[in-house]
């Protein structure tokens, strides 16, 4: 679902909302490049949400920031559980997805932001007792 929005970051004439929205992404990762460093986990669950609603503000997709914020407390439960481990490689992987984003390549963006989330589902669920029932794994 993330990935299918990216596309309209190319379709979205840049305006200074979508500058200041940039702007917000790159603070949101150089923060979140510093609590990596200084093994904040806590900071990471919050700016891991702020970057995927401000990758969706940059697209200018209602559908998916509205998505976003519906489950934003899912994502941060997740994100929280599994911080310590995944946060390593999760993290940068920001910087491969707004890479992409500032060189237009839509392909890569949508392909990077995939496997970004479907890594970070398969981490989780990696994490989970055996025994664990989670509705719709199986």
Known sequence: VASRGLGDVYKRQPDEEWAATRAEITDILVAGDAALIEKRFDLLVGLNMRFHQAVASLAGSTVLSVLLVTIAGS?????????????????????????????GDVDAAGSAMAGH????????????????????EG
């Open 75 to 103: 994502i941060e439960r997740l994100y929280k559980a599994d911080a310590p481990q995944r946060s390593k490689t999760s993290w940068p992987e920001h910087h491969t997805i707004i890479d992409a984003i500032d060189a």
């Open 117 to 136: 989330v479907r890594r970070s589902k398969r981490s989780y669920f990696r994490g989970l007792p055996k025994d664990a029932v989670v509705a719709g």
